[in-house]
């Protein structure tokens, strides 16, 4: 799956754009429409907390420090124990740093807004809207095409691979 992120330039076309992707078999929990705020979206998917902030990366980063960081301690912890212990423990240690690191660091990555948004918001707080749709890699030229369609002037700068690939 990819991401494609890209500015409307009001809410009519957003609508247009949107139910054309509907009928196309996109589903709504891979449309993600993040305007500025008290703007009334109707119908359309607005953007969860997920698309706002920087969760999932810090998530994906904290895990990995955490496994790292428990990794080595329980690698200190078999050299000072005389190689006395099997890996269970080490193997014990290395969830438990994964654990805390990914919730640690998924807290501070709630409070931390999406930096792949932050591009995009002086033009969402003059009005226009970012959408943000998610689909398969060999959709993407036909979903261009549907959406220059309706709005030819979009540029789709933000095309990225989804983590984790099964969302």
Aim: hydrophobic share 45%; no cysteine; proline share 5%.
């Amino acid at each position: 799956m990819r991401r494609i992120y890209f500015l409307a330039p009001n809410i009519e076309i957003t609508h247009k754009i949107v139910d054309e992707l509907r009928v196309q078999g996109i589903e709504d929990r891979h449309l993600h429409i993040l305007a500025k705020r008290d703007t009334p979206l109707k119908d359309l998917p607005e953007a969860t907390e997920f698309q706002k902030t920087d969760f999932i990366p810090a998530v994906e980063r904290g895990a990995a420090l955490g496994a790292t960081t428990g990794l080595l301690a329980g690698l200190v912890g078999l050299r000072f124990a005389g190689y006395a212990i099997a890996g269970g423990p080490i193997l014990g240690i290395l969830v438990y740093g994964a654990t805390i690191g990914a919730m640690m660091s998924g807290l501070a990555g709630l409070q931390v807004g999406n930096s792949k948004v932050k591009k995009y918001e002086e033009a969402i707080e003059q009005g226009e809207l970012l959408v943000m749709v998610d689909i398969a890699k060999e959709r993407i030229e036909e979903i261009s095409k549907i959406i220059t369609k309706h709005h030819p002037k979009a540029e789709f700068e933000g095309i990225e691979p989804l983590l984790p690939p099964g969302y």
